[in-house]
């Protein structure tokens, strides 16, 4: 038997970021060879580990004029050259030998992982090179027999779901897609898109497509990208002479892993609830077991993977038969010498697992032989039928497996049956059909769009900003959310206010100037979770090329902020009457006058506002005028300014350093999204409770309508009497698959005839 491959492992040091560069920050990570050492400044301890890979890229390095970055003469930094030949070369040798594949970023938010994987501008990731490779190693292909057929899918999972990147929001199946196991298919998402390329440009297309979904997708949702996972599945296969060899190439951009930590902090009882980082953690545990079974002191332990998305669709790639890769990123900063600890020793424990990776055999040929066993199987249970002996409570729980089964392969060789060319046909039809319906829905809005002012949206992901635009039209635009549905003053949250009574008066007793002139109306740009449904008011005078914006709401006042201030703190401050606007008209009150690049938050939601005649929003964003870090900071700075005014006064009599306010702000900010998760959680448990009262009510309604859930129960459940009346419906089930698996049966063996490379003997 083949002995175990470890699975490789390396860590990447990245430069110091600006607001590290400003704290004079400490580098706490050293490199030499394949040996990362981590200092803790405070109490001088070193702890020292080997990886295949230590990745040096902290500095030595310069821009070659193009904004590559490259390394100086003599230095160890490795640059994104350097990164995908030692790792990214060997995915793909792995894919050419018919390997399945797999390589992951693992690391805190902000220490390198889309930077590695992905890339920025000029200093292109391990995806895109991969891309190019393949393609060009393809253009190199000698043999005129044989073809190579290429598929990219690209999903994501935020909060257990898996949603296709590849399918635009609003047409996304509310509870996403289904991982699903077969014999004959291993592990699949059912349903998801395949797009079939056939360069790099299509396939730089279809990330681009896919990126600017998660985008709109996040943006509206108020889910911040470094809670989900990211996969990009290239689906690799080459054909000769009617046989073919599939790889699967996963290339995962894991949350970010300092949310796991948050959460363990905050209780069991959240971590168990919680299910935004229920994948995270679960891949912890499986990689702590396949270590533990790797180094051999526990050969038989059990490997949960059912017990998140991630590790169920991973499963393969992390045990199975895959060559695996990870690379965890590392900040250098001492100040997050305790996040990059415990990355570092995630990494350790990730190198002692051991796969067993096999080239994958052609999947006719397994398919073939999945049905043929899986037909004889049926067909003896019957005749036994026939013969009056009622099936067990296996058989049949057997059997509602096996339809599952059968559908899943009649899905796969319908695929197979469909020619390369048909599939990139349709391909193209519904790519083009998308295209149809996007523009007939943004219309003629998509060109006024930079005609207009406009607010742009901004992301802790650099590749996100600026893609959400909403643009304000000549006279009034209602910026709402989710809010609450029957009253979006109500007050939910805020325990100290003291005119929270208002919101939980009926809606008769409102007092007039409390009514929204139009009750009924739906915002023009909706936000999501975290801003009221009336939430705030922006007025573009087109004559005067100024844009003013009013709070709708109470909600709307408190939290709707322009450079950090909410409206309440900017009215109050300007000397201004506080106002909230219900009606269609401009009040006579003054506003709030937006001017180019104030930044805009409504709850948690982060835009830049956009004035057109000035320039567009590429040019504001390239300028690096505004970033999301920055404008969050002056937020939550905001918000804790009371604490902060004394602070502040304190160093300006020289008490205190900068550095020192800067650092007790980062503490009060790590407090407060602390708080903000935590929130968040209790929000998921109330949701996740709902869902379970709904489900036990469904699963009451369904044992008493009984018979027809055939697969799902269990036959000594059954009393006798239904037993008699289902046995009929049972045989013809039986019935049915087996007609149905001898049509696919055909199907196939046509096909194999035709392809002239198998000879197919019928069952009979
Ligand atoms: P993550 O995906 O882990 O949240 P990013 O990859 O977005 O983090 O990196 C955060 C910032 O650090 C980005 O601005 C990125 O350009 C920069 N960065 C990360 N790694 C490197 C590197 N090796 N060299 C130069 N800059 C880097
Ligand atoms: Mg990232």
Known sequence: MAAGEAVVVGVRVRPFNDRENNLNAVVCIDMEGPTTRIRNIDTGDEKTFTFDESFWSHDGFEDDGTGYLRPLPNSKYADQRYVFDTFGQRVLDNAWNGFHCCLFAYGQTGAGKSYSMVGYGNNKGIVPISCEEIFRRIGQEKDPQKRYEVTVSMIEIYNEAIQDLLIDVELRPKKGLEVRESKALGIYIDGVIKRPVESYEAIETTIEEATNHRTVGSTLM???????HTVQIIEFKAVKDGS????????????????????????????????????LSALGNVIEKLADRGSEKKKNVLIPY????????????????????MICALS?????????????????????????????????????????????????????MQGGTMPSADEIKEMGLAQQEIAAMEGALAELNKSWEDKVAESREQQEAA??????????????????????NLNEDKTLV???????????????????????????????????????????????????????????????????????????????????????????????????KSLRQLLKSQGLEEVICRQKDKPEAAGIELSHADTLVFGRHFFVFVDHMVCAPEIL????QVDYAQAKREWQMEQLSGVHESLIVATRGGVLGVSHVMELAEKDEIIESQKAEIAELKQQMVTMKAELDRYKKMAGGRLAAGAN?????????????????????????FKDAIDQMNDVQAIFSKKALREGHLTWRSVT
């Open 435 to 456: 295209r149809m319906r996007r523009s007939s829905v943004n219309g003629v809005a998509a060109l006024k769009k930079n005609l207009q002012p406009m607010m742009v």
């Open 621 to 624: 964003i390239a300028s690096g």
């Open 332 to 384: 250098p900063a001492s100040s997050n010498h305790e996040e990059t600890l415990s990355t570092l020793r995630y990494a350790d424990r990730a190198k002692k697992i051991k796969n067993i990776a096999v080239p994958n055999e052609n999947p006719q040929e397994r398919l073939m032989r999945e049905l043929r066993e899986e037909n004889e199987k049926f067909k003896k249970i019957f005749e036994a």
């Open 306 to 325: 059912r017990d998140s998305k991630l590790t169920r669709l991973l499963q393969n790639a992390l045990g199975g038969s895959s060559k695996t890769i």
């Open 222 to 228: 108020n889910a911040t990208s470094s809670r989900a």
């Open 244 to 279: 073919a060899t599939v790889s699967m190439i996963n290339l995962v951009d894991l949350a970010g892993s300092e949310k796991a930590g948050q959460t363990g902090a905050t209780g069991d009882r959240l971590k168990e609830g919680s299910m935004i980082n229920k994948s």
């Open 466 to 564: 600026g893609r959400v635009r909403f643009s304000f039209p000549p006279g009034r635009t209602l910026i709402g959310g989710l809010g609450d549905e029957s009253d979006s003053d109500s007050e939910s949250g805020s325990e100290s206010d003291s005119d929270s009574s208002t919101g939980s008066q009926p809606e008769g007793e409102k007092s007039p100037e409390e009514m929204f002139e139009d009750e009924d109306e739906s915002p023009h740009i909706e936000l999501g979770e975290g801003v009221a449904r009336r939430h705030a008011v922006v007025f573009h005078d087109n004559d005067q090329n100024l844009c003013t914006i009013y709070a709708a709401s109470e909600e709307g006042l408190k939290q709707t902020f322009v450079n950090g």
């Open 709 to 733: 859930m055939l697969g799902e129960l269990y036959a000594d459940e059954l009393l006798e009497s239904q037993m008699d009346e289902i046995s009929k419906d049972i045989q013809k089930t």
